[in-house]
């Protein structure tokens, strides 16, 4: 479904048409699909998915600038919840410095608020044009995350975050392209420990705009992989754990799992207890000061097996990292050794 939303006059005089397209929309699919064909295979697998309408809930909405009726500026939001990621932001290269971007962006902001969105998150360059565009429509660095990475929340909602992750009952659900927003809220969250996910590469604050979109390419249909979420009452996701091959040992596999510190360890216990019972070994790494993920893994069965004294670095500080293991075929890894 597309609509024309606004008319606006360039640095140049120009008139330029812009449009919101809600994916599915076949008709615009083919214009632009190859407008954003630069961008990389993950992010083209879910462009190409949400064209076909194979993304669950998750709503994939383009801003779109016309001269001419041809595209010359695009400004893409994937939401859920009222929750977003803001990407994909490109200009044609003869079209540039016309004040495009700042355009589609005016009004792309102006329909998320009017729609009732609370947050977006967005990564760039420190400093760059770009960046202060973006905080010209209210965009601040997220602290403790790397340069670049920005947050908007609406600055008539200051208890959002308080309200949206407050403590209450969650349920499980399989991890859907809708979760993709939503995790990388709860990712973007300062009070949580340190070591997130090493699949998805969350060390510390992290933007999951790539990592979630790379995880679904790479692992969405494939049966040796799995991802669940912890879902609030008030939609927000607390919890997420993915379970991949390791990757060096053939029958080693890979818990990632962070959560809310609000969660009950007995709820991420049932989250990981989701995850498909794939053959192998499981391995998860934990910080020893990360005191519920540690009773979460063990309430779900696993065992220390080793600590990795200064295994990575937070801050100045070297921190060691704790080995949990379980074996899928019932056992606690280590209970039986070769040679014992």
């Given at each position: 479904m597309h609509e024309t939303i606004a008319t606006q006059t360039l640095k140049t005089g120009e008139s330029m048409q812009i449009e919101r397209v809600l994916a599915p929309d076949?008709?615009?699919?083919?214009?632009?699909?190859?407008?954003?064909?630069?961008?990389?295979?993950e992010y083209r697998a879910h462009l190409e998915?949400?064209?076909?309408?194979?993304?669950?809930?998750?709503?994939?909405?383009?801003?779109?600038?016309?001269l001419d009726g041809q595209i010359v500026g695009n400004i893409m939001t994937v939401e859920a919840g009222g929750v977003?990621?803001?990407?994909?932001?490109?200009?044609?290269?003869?079209?540039r410095r016309k004040g495009v971007c700042r355009a589609i962006m005016g009004r792309q902001m102006e329909d998320f608020r009017d729609r009732g969105g609370h947050a977006l998150l967005l990564?760039?360059?420190?400093?760059?044009?770009?960046?202060?565009?973006?905080?010209?429509?209210?965009?601040?660095?997220?602290?403790?995350a790397r340069p670049g990475v920005m947050r908007f929340l609406r600055e008539d909602e200051p208890e959002f975050l308080e309200r949206f992750f407050a403590s209450g009952p969650c349920r499980v659900a399989p991890a859907g392209w809708k979760h993709w927003p939503l995790a990388a809220l709860l990712a973007a969250l300062p009070d949580l420990p340190c070591l997130r996910s090493l699949t998805l590469g969350a060390w510390g604050v992290a933007l999951l705009e790539g990592p979630y979109c790379s995880f679904f390419h790479r692992w969405g249909a494939d049966p040796r992989a799995g991802?669940?979420?912890?879902?609030?009452?008030?939609?927000?996701?607390?919890?997420?754990?993915?379970?991949?091959?390791?990757?060096?040992w053939p029958d080693a596999l890979l818990l990632d799992v962070f959560f809310h510190p609000q969660v009950d360890p007995g709820d991420v216990a049932g989250l990981i207890g989701a995850l498909p019972p794939l053959p192998g070994k499981v391995q998860c790494f934990a910080g020893p000061?990360?005191?519920?993920?540690?009773?979460?893994?063990?309430?779900?069965?696993?065992?220390?097996?080793?600590?990795?004294?200064?295994?990575?670095?937070?801050g100045d500080i070297w921190c060691d990292a704790w080995l949990y293991s379980r074996r899928e075929d019932g056992g606690v890894a280590g209970a039986a050794r070769h040679g014992r």
């Amino acid at each position: 479904m597309h609509e024309t939303i606004a008319t606006q006059t360039l640095k140049t005089g120009e008139s330029m048409q812009i449009e919101r397209v809600l994916a599915p929309d076949a008709e615009r699919a083919a214009r632009i699909l190859p407008f954003l064909g630069h961008k990389p295979g993950e992010y083209r697998a879910h462009l190409e998915a949400a064209f076909a309408d194979a993304c669950d809930e998750l709503e994939t909405r383009f801003y779109v600038g016309l001269l001419d009726g041809q595209i010359v500026g695009n400004i893409m939001t994937v939401e859920a919840g009222g929750v977003g990621i803001l990407g994909h932001v490109h200009t044609r290269e003869d079209h540039r410095r016309k004040g495009v971007c700042r355009a589609i962006m005016g009004r792309q902001m102006e329909d998320f608020r009017d729609r009732g969105g609370h947050a977006l998150l967005l990564g760039t360059g420190y400093q760059s044009p770009a960046y202060w565009i973006y905080h010209s429509f209210g965009f601040r660095d997220l602290p403790g995350a790397r340069p670049g990475v920005m947050r908007f929340l609406r600055e008539d909602e200051p208890e959002f975050l308080e309200r949206f992750f407050a403590s209450g009952p969650c349920r499980v659900a399989p991890a859907g392209w809708k979760h993709w927003p939503l995790a990388a809220l709860l990712a973007a969250l300062p009070d949580l420990p340190c070591l997130r996910s090493l699949t998805l590469g969350a060390w510390g604050v992290a933007l999951l705009e790539g990592p979630y979109c790379s995880f679904f390419h790479r692992w969405g249909a494939d049966p040796r992989a799995g991802a669940a979420v912890l879902e609030s009452q008030t939609g927000a996701v607390v919890g997420v754990a993915t379970l991949v091959p390791e990757g060096r040992w053939p029958d080693a596999l890979l818990l990632d799992v962070f959560f809310h510190p609000q969660v009950d360890p007995g709820d991420v216990a049932g989250l990981i207890g989701a995850l498909p019972p794939l053959p192998g070994k499981v391995q998860c790494f934990a910080g020893p000061q990360d005191a519920r993920k540690i009773m979460a893994l063990e309430q779900a069965g696993f065992r220390r097996e080793a600590i990795l004294p200064e295994q990575f670095r937070q801050g100045d500080i070297w921190c060691d990292a704790w080995l949990y293991s379980r074996r899928e075929d019932g056992g606690v890894a280590g209970a039986a050794r070769h040679g014992r």
